[in-house]
C-alpha cells in the first residue's frame, strides 16, 4: 500500500515538472545550418601549403614550372599530421592546387600533376597520403581548388570550367569526408595559359557561375562547409595577419558580393543585424609566406605569437586555420615544430584547468525556475546546455563565488549557436574591498570570447549583459589563469646600426642574444649596452633567469644594411618634394607615394637611392604600406644597382610581390648572384590597386662581411 502511495506522488511530481518545464527561447536572427555548426566545433586547424612554389622559391608559380621540380626527398605525411594533432588542431586542409595548376593528385584531366614529376616515379598522390594520415590520426580532412590555373590553356573560356568542375569531383570522391572546400579569391591575370603568355581577365561574378559549382559540393559532399569571401558557409576575415575585428559578428549581409569581391573592412568584422550567418575564419600563415623558403628558417612566429593569434581569432569568435608549409623534404621545418610544441604547452598550461566549476555559488535567474536552463550550465564543460532567463530580462547577470579566493586573467564565454547570436553588449565585474569593479566591456560573443588581461584575486565574478534583443542563451562562463612567464626582449635598432634589447623582466633577470640566427642561452652574450650592427643579419634573444635558469621566449628580428648613410637622390614623383626620404627613414607608417593633389602618377615609378659606400648586395627588401589600405601597393617590380647613378645595365632582379594585396608583409629578393654597388634604383611597374604607387621602406641586405 506505502509503496502504492509513493509511486502516485512520484508520478504527480514527475507529471507536474512535465507540465511545468519553460519552453526554450525563441531563436533569433540568422541561424547555423548543421554542417555551421560542425565547423564551429573544429575551431582550430591546418592549413598545408605545398607545390612546385616549394621548390621554385617562389609564393605563386607562374604555370610554366615543370612538372619534374616537385621532388621531395623524405615525404612523411604522418610526421605533417601527427604534429598538427599534437599541436592541439582538428583537422587539415590542403592546397591540391594552387594558382600555379600543378595538382598533387594524379588527375586523369591534366598531365600537369605528381604523375609526371620524378617524385615515387610518377607514382605518387599527395592528396591520398594526407587524408589517410588525418584518418590514422583522428583529424579531418579539407581541400583547397585554386579556380585560377595559370597553367591551364582554357583558363577564361568556358571550356575551363568544365575542367575546374571535374577536378572538384575528383576531389570530393575518392578521398572520404570533406569537412572544408576552400575557394580562393585570386582570380586571373599574367600567367602561362598552356604556352600562351599573356594576361587574362575574368569576369568573378559571373565566370565560375559559383551557384552550380557550390552545387557539386552539396551533392557529393554535404556536410562540408564552403570557404571563400562570400561563403557561402563560412567567410575570409578580409586579412592574412592572423586576426579579426573587435567584435567580429558571425552574421553579415553580402549585398551582392561574390568570391573575389568584397570590402575586406566589412569581412573583418561583420554585421550586427546581418541577413546571414557566414562566420568569419582567419587564416594566417607560421611563416611570413604560405609556403616554404629556406630564407625565412629564422623568421617563424614565436610560440607566444601563436598564442596571441588564438586571442585575437578563436577569441573574437572564428574559427583559425595555421598555414604549415613543408620544406623540400615533405616534412615540417624543426623550427616550425618547434614553435608548434611551445604553443601547445601553453595551451595546455593555461586552459587545462577551468576555476569556474569550483565556485561554491551561482547565482542568476533562470527560464521559468526550471533547472534546465540554470546558470549551472554554465560550468558543465557541454556546449549543448545553457542557461538562460524569461523572455522579459534581457540585461541578466551571473555571479560566481569561491569559499577561498581565485586568481585568474583570462575570461572564456560562449553562446549557444543554435539559438542565434543575441548579446550585443556585456561587462566583468570582481569584488574588490566591499564593492563592485568592473575590468572588461565588450560587444559580441558568438561561438567564443576570450578576455585576456592582467592578473585579478577575488572571491567573486559577476558576468552582465548589458544590451541585447531577447534573453540570452550562454552556455560556457569559464575563468582560467595563464602561467607566470618572463617577457619577450623587445628589439630596436637606429639609423646608425646600434642595437637596443629591453625587457621588464630584465629587472631581476639577464637578456642574452646571439647576431648569427643560433638560438640563445644562458651562455649567449649577457646584454648590457647598445651593441654596433651596422651590417645587419638575424638577432634572437630571450630572458633568462640566472637563479632558478628559467628562459623565456625567443624574440626574432632580421636587419638589413643600416641607412644612417644613405640619401634619396631622385624620385620620378614627390608631391611633397621630401616624401621621397620616407622609403628609407626605418618608419613603417610613412609613405612614398605618386599621388599628388593633382591626381594619381601611375607606374612605371623610379626612386633611386645612393648608399653612401660600395656595399656588396646580396638582396633587397621592400616592405608595402601597413595601414591596411591596398591603394599602392607593388606587385610587379624592376631592381637596378650602379656604381655611379649614372649607368644602369639590365635588371638585377624583376618579378612579382604575390599575394601581397592580402598579406602585406616584408619582402625579401634574394639577387642570382652578389652585385658591388654603390647606388640602387626600385621601379614599381604595377600597382595592385588604384592607378599610383605607394612603397612605406626599402632596404638592402649584404653579403656576410666575412664573406665580401
Known amino acids: 500500500m506505502i509503496q502504492r502511495v509513493w509511486k502516485t506522488v512520484a508520478a504527480f511530481f514527475l507529471l507536474a515538472a512535465i507540465c511545468f518545464a519553460a519552453e526554450p527561447p525563441a531563436p533569433y536572427g540568422p541561424l547555423p545550418s548543421e554542417r555551421q555548426l560542425q565547423w564551429h566545433e573544429t575551431e582550430f586547424y591546418a592549413f598545408i601549403h605545398f607545390t612546385t612554389n616549394t621548390f621554385t622559391d617562389k609564393e605563386w608559380g607562374y604555370g610554366d614550372e615543370s612538372e619534374s621540380v616537385f621532388n621531395p626527398t623524405a615525404f612523411d605525411a604522418d610526421q605533417i599530421v601527427q ?55 583522428g583529424l579531418k580532412f579539407g581541400v583547397y581548388l585554386s579556380p585560377w590555373d595559370r597553367n591551364h590553356k582554357d583558363y577564361g573560356k568556358p571550356e575551363y570550367l568544365e575542367y575546374f568542375r571535374n577536378q572538384l569531383r575528383e576531389l570530393l570522391t575518392n578521398y572520404g569526408p570533406i569537412f572544408e572546400v576552400w575557394f580562393d579569391g585570386a582570380n586571373g591575370g599574367d600567367g602561362y595559359y598552356g604556352g600562351a603568355r599573356e594576361k587574362r581577365s575574368i569576369d568573378n561574378s559571373t565566370y565560375y557561375d559559383w551557384p552550380n559549382t557550390w552545387a557539386i559540393v552539396r551533392e557529393l559532399q554535404p556536410g562540408a ?11 575570409w576575415v578580409g586579412t592574412e595577419a592572423g586576426y579579426a575585428g573587435d567584435p567580429c559578428w558571425a552574421t553579415i549581409t553580402d549585398n551582392g558580393w561574390y568570391p573575389g569581391h568584397a570590402p575586406s573592412d566589412q569581412l573583418l568584422t561583420g554585421h550586427r543585424n546581418g541577413k546571414k550567418w557566414l562566420p568569419a575564419e582567419v587564416d594566417v600563415s607560421i611563416r611570413p609566406g604560405w609556403f616554404y623558403h629556406a630564407s625565412e628558417d629564422k623568421r617563424v612566429r614565436s610560440s607566444e605569437r601563436l598564442f596571441q593569434h588564438w586571442f585575437e581569432s578563436i577569441g573574437r569568435g572564428t574559427n583559425l586555420i595555421l598555414n604549415l608549409p613543408p620544406d623540400r623534404r615533405g616534412i615540417l621545418h624543426e623550427n616550425d615544430v618547434a614553435s608548434l610544441r611551445g604553443f601547445r604547452k601553453l595551451m595546455d598550461a593555461t586552459f587545462s584547468h577551468d576555476l569556474a566549476p569550483s565556485a561554491t555559488a551561482i547565482e542568476g535567474s533562470t527560464r521559468g525556475n526550471d533547472p534546465e536552463f540554470s546558470p549551472q550550465n554554465l560550468l558543465d564543460g557541454k556546449r549543448d546546455t545553457y542557461w538562460t532567463t524569461d523572455d522579459s530580462v ?93 617577457d619577450m626582449p623587445t628589439i630596436q635598432r637606429d639609423r646608425q646600426g646600434l642595437l637596443t634589447l629591453t625587457s621588464p623582466s630584465a629587472a631581476s633577470a639577464e637578456i642574452h642574444y646571439t647576431l648569427d640566427g643560433s638560438e640563445p642561452d644562458s651562455k649567449s652574450p649577457l646584454y648590457k649596452d647598445p651593441i654596433p650592427f651596422p651590417q645587419g643579419g638575424v638577432v634572437k634573444t630571450r630572458v633568462v633567469n640566472p637563479k632558478d635558469g628559467q628562459q623565456g621566449e625567443v624574440a626574432t628580428a632580421p636587419f638589413g644594411l643600416a641607412k644612417g648613410k644613405w640619401k634619396v637622390v631622385s624620385t620620378s614623383f614627390d608631391a611633397s618634394g621630401s616624401q621621397g626620404a620616407n622609403v628609407i627613414d626605418d618608419n613603417p607608417t610613412t609613405l612614398w607615394q605618386t599621388h599628388g593633389l593633382d591626381g594619381e602618377r601611375q607606374p612605371p615609378q623610379d626612386v633611386v637611392v645612393d648608399l653612401g659606400e660600395t656595399v656588396n648586395v646580396k638582396a633587397f627588401t621592400y616592405l608595402p604600406r601597413q595601414d591596411g589600405i591596398a591603394h599602392g601597393l607593388v606587385d610587379k617590380y624592376e631592381f637596378y644597382l650602379s656604381a655611379d647613378g649614372k649607368t644602369w645595365d639590365k635588371p638585377a632582379a624583376s618579378g612579382e610581390f604575390s599575394n601581397i594585396r592580402a598579406n602585406p608583409v616584408l619582402q625579401t629578393v634574394t639577387l642570382s648572384q652578389p652585385v658591388q654597388a654603390r647606388y640602387f634604383k626600385f621601379v614599381a611597374t604595377h600597382a595592385v590597386e588604384k592607378n599610383h604607387v605607394a612603397v612605406a621602406e626599402l632596404g638592402i641586405v649584404p653579403v656576410p662581411s666575412a664573406a665580401q
Not at 397 to 411: A, Y
Open 83 to 137: 604534429t598538427c594533432r599534437d599541436a592541439g588542431m582538428k583537422g587539415v586542409v590542403l592546397t591540391c592546387k594552387h594558382h600555379d595548376g600543378f595538382c598533387l593528385w594524379p588527375s586523369k584531366y591534366t598531365e600537369h600533376s605528381v604523375k609526371k614529376s620524378p617524385w615515387k616515379d610518377g607514382k605518387g598522390d599527395v592528396v591520398r597520403e594526407i587524408s589517410d594520415a588525418c584518418r590514422k590520426y
Open 225 to 235: 562547409a564552403m570557404f571563400s569571401d562570400v561563403g557561402p558557409d563560412t567567410r
Open 394 to 486: 534581457t540585461t541578466p547577470e551571473v555571479t560566481l563565488e569561491f569559499k577561498q579566493p581565485v586568481t585568474f586573467n583570462i575570461v572564456r564565454m560562449r553562446e549557444y549557436l543554435p539559438l542565434g547570436q543575441r548579446v550585443d553588449d556585456w561587462a566583468l565585474d570582481t569584488w574588490q574591498e566591499g564593492q563592485w569593479q568592473e575590468f572588461a566591456k565588450g560587444s559580441a560573443i558568438g561561438a567564443c570570447r576570450l578576455v585576456r588581461g592582467k592578473s585579478l584575486t577575488t572571491k567573486k565574478v559577476r558576468l552582465r549583459i548589458t544590451k541585447a534583443p531577447v534573453c540570452p542563451a550562454l552556455s560556457e562562463f569559464g575563468l582560467f589563469a595563464e602561467p607566470i612567464r618572463l
